[in-house]
């Protein structure tokens, strides 16, 4: 017979409720929307892919592959760069939940399933230097940046996305060997029985916590912020189940409307912070942030690209940086994807492909200059309201689910 709550501690009862279960994902959609906005405040939005690009980056330089960087502009070390250090700490803080609700353990997928995971990454990494961002960057925040780009950047990422899921769906019926095999899981919590994995994820977070120490000592309050919200960013995402893939996936394959819905929750919670922050410094350079030179085609194209690789490796980059720390290693494949791919493309790819288009083909689109805030806001709200109505509607009568 199950304790009431009467009967249990109040310190237990607060740790089972925190890592007794997953938390509902509109419950981690608000929670990261507050979290972007604190990011705005201190500098600027939540973002992913400049973190990757910049461990990638490093690497190049530290193995001699590529050179990144100048004497007059050296490339900043993982360290000091604040979305290098925001994505180690959300592998961090993803790591450490894990272990506090005895959910870590290393999973090794079929070779198939590595493979694609990859090749995912490197589309990923692709996908996101030509569309200059990424789901997070592009979309979740974007569009509380009142980017049109935004918008046509997920208009690719659904288009992406539904190719994809048909090839996985067209792989399955005639080649399903290519992602069968053998698996492994290694270090998991026991069943049963008492399990270190809970006292292991407390010191995880003592150290993280030892790093924002370290870079206040330096007097770096943005490094210290960046320690924290990364930290909290990869608590509640682990937590949660947060992930962009599924909320683009699911309406063409369940009809579930959960990740959808979680997802419009964060975005609407960073769009009332965004337009305020934006709109109180109207002129200055806040104001333009998040809205990236890639109206219209590089968007379309990055977001293609991004959407196919997020679906084959099953992660976008937060989702592979969280489902890393909790083990899985078909995520680690995709994060090294990525960590090849983006500093390449930046390198050789994207620098004379934005060269060949014109200008028209790559802009900047504020639609707050064009129309205003207050009818920029009512668009998003009603394309937000327009994709709610859809998949709950999805939801009922399966019309676009492949299951």
């Known amino acids: 017979m199950s304790k009431s709550d009467s009967e249990i501690g109040?310190?237990?009862?607060?740790?089972?409720?925190?890592f007794g279960k997953a938390w509902p994902m509109w419950v981690g959609g608000i929670l990261l929307?507050?979290?972007?906005?604190?990011?705005?405040?201190?500098?600027?939005?939540?973002g992913a892919s400049g973190g990757i690009l910049n461990w990638g980056q490093n690497i190049c330089n530290s193995l001699h592959i590529v050179a990144f960087g100048s004497a007059e502009e050296p490339l900043p070390a993982v360290s000091a760069h604040p979305y290098s250090v925001l994505c180690f700490l959300m592998l961090l803080g993803a790591f450490a939940a894990a272990l506090m609700s005895k959910e870590f353990a290393l999973r090794f997928a079929p070779a198939g399933e590595m493979i694609k995971g990859l090749i995912g990454g490197a589309l990923m990494g692709l996908g996101a230097i030509v569309g200059k961002s990424c789901t997070i960057g592009g979309f979740f925040s974007g569009w509380p940046a009142l980017s049109l780009g935004a918008v046509v950047f997920t208009i690719g990422l659904v288009i992406g996305t539904y190719a994809a899921l048909r090839y996985l769906l067209f792989e399955m019926e005639?080649?399903?060997?290519i992602s069968t095999g053998k698996t492994a899981q290694f270090l998991s919590a026991p069943t049963g029985r008492v399990s270190l994995q809970p006292l292991i994820g407390a010191v995880v977070l003592i150290v993280a916590l030892v790093m924002a120490f370290y870079y206040n000592k330096s007097d770096n309050k943005v490094l210290v912020c960046y320690v924290l919200i990364g930290l909290f960013f990869g608590f509640v995402c682990q937590r949660s189940r947060f992930c962009i893939v599924r909320a683009l996936r699911e309406p063409?394959?369940?009809?579930?409307?959960?990740?959808?819905v979680g997802v419009m929750a964060g975005i609407l919670v960073s769009l009332f912070g965004f337009a305020t922050i934006k709109f109180m410094g109207a002129g200055t350079p806040k104001e333009m942030m998040w809205v990236w030179p890639h109206f219209w085609v590089t968007a379309i194209i990055g977001g293609v690209i991004f959407g196919i690789g997020m679906t084959l490796a099953g992660g976008c980059v937060v989702g592979s940086i969280w489902r890393a720390g909790e083990g899985h290693m078909k995520l680690?494949?995709?994060?090294?994807?990525?960590?090849?791919?983006?500093?390449?493309?930046?390198?050789?790819?994207?620098?004379?492909?934005?060269?060949?288009?014109?200008?028209?083909?790559k802009q900047q689109f504020f639609l707050p200059a064009k129309i205003g805030y207050g009818s920029s806001i009512l668009i998003f709200l009603a394309i937000i309201l327009l994709w709610y109505l859809f998949v709950k509607w999805n939801e009922k009568t399966g019309k676009f689910s492949a299951i």
């Open 252 to 260: 063409f394959m369940t009809g579930e409307s959960s990740a959808p």
């Open 10 to 18: 109040s310190m237990r009862l607060l740790f089972l409720t925190l």
């Open 332 to 361: 680690w494949a995709s994060l090294v994807g990525m960590i090849v791919a983006m500093p390449l493309t930046a390198k050789y790819i994207a620098p004379p492909l934005y060269e060949a288009l014109p200008p028209s083909m």
């Open 174 to 177: 005639k080649f399903p060997k």
């Open 33 to 46: 929307g507050v979290g972007n906005i604190c990011l705005f405040i201190v500098l600027k939005p939540w």
